[in-house]
């Protein structure tokens, strides 16, 4: 399974556009890549999800460029509730069944 | 997005007792599932793969006769401790592959206490 690399911590502040950067160098041809948000005591909640190019949603945009080696969750114009460790994950349903690795994520700290 | 469910939501259980985790896709089927554990401050670590019908798969270093997984329809998995100890008291997870999908979702987790 591809391994991921992220920043371990970010800060920013309200009203901002957040880039996370993950590194994703040996994801393999059928490989998807997904970021969750999580808090504390709670499970992840998916955000977004991507094969190539530009995927955009009501809450995220997920940047990928053409050699798929790395991607970059967007989330514009954060608030204090977007507080949270982000983790980037890359894995399909040709690849043990779908299983995935987690990473040790980027906490994301919003202040005021 | 899709719903999954975990029961109970927290759990305090003595030393040397088992305890049962359930995991259930309301809207959608699942034909596979994953148990994760996490620890404070630590990222998730999987545990095994559950897949309906069939044996759970084991990531390397979990005692599969500790931890029983049972997946027996396309909407239930379910975890069991058996014989915990204060070293198992943590925050367990499962998430739930959408049949057919790559899309994959989180239960709230279950909060495992072992006195």
């Known amino acids: 399974l591809a391994k991921t690399t992220q920043p371990i911590s970010m800060d920013s502040y309200e009203g901002q556009e957040v880039n996370i950067t993950c590194s994703h160098n040996?994801?393999?041809?059928?490989?998807?890549i997904t970021w969750y948000q999580q808090f504390p005591s709670q499970g992840p909640r998916f955000i977004i999800q991507?094969?190539?190019t530009k995927v955009t949603n009501e809450v995220a945009s997920l940047f990928i460029p053409a050699d798929r080696k790395s991607s970059t969750l967007s989330l514009p114009r954060v608030s204090l509730s977007d507080t949270a460790v982000y983790y980037c994950?890359?894995?399909?349903?040709?690849?043990?069944?779908?299983?995935?690795?987690f990473g040790q994520g980027t906490e994301l700290s919003v202040k005021p | 997005g899709a719903v999954v469910s975990q029961h109970p939501s927290r759990v305090i259980c003595k030393s040397g007792t088992s305890v049962k985790i359930e995991c259930r896709s309301l809207?959608?089927?699942?034909?596979?599932m994953f148990w994760y554990r996490q620890f404070p401050k630590q990222s998730l670590m999987l545990m095994a793969t559950?897949?309906?019908?069939?044996?759970?798969?084991?990531e390397q270093g979990v005692e599969k006769d500790k931890f029983l997984i049972n997946h027996a329809s396309l909407t239930l998995s379910t975890l069991t401790v058996t014989s915990a100890h204060p070293e198992d008291s943590s925050f367990y997870i499962c998430?739930?592959?959408?049949?057919?999908?790559?899309?994959?979702?989180f239960g709230p987790g279950t909060r495992l206490t072992v006195t």
């Open positions: 998430s739930a592959r959408v049949t057919g999908t790559y899309e994959q979702y």
């Open positions: 040996n994801i393999a041809t059928n490989d998807y």
């Open positions: 991507g094969y190539k």
């Open positions: 559950s897949n309906e019908g069939s044996k759970a798969t084991y």
């Open positions: 809207d959608f089927q699942a034909t596979t």
């Open positions: 994950l890359v894995g399909g349903i040709y690849n043990q069944g779908g299983k995935l690795i």
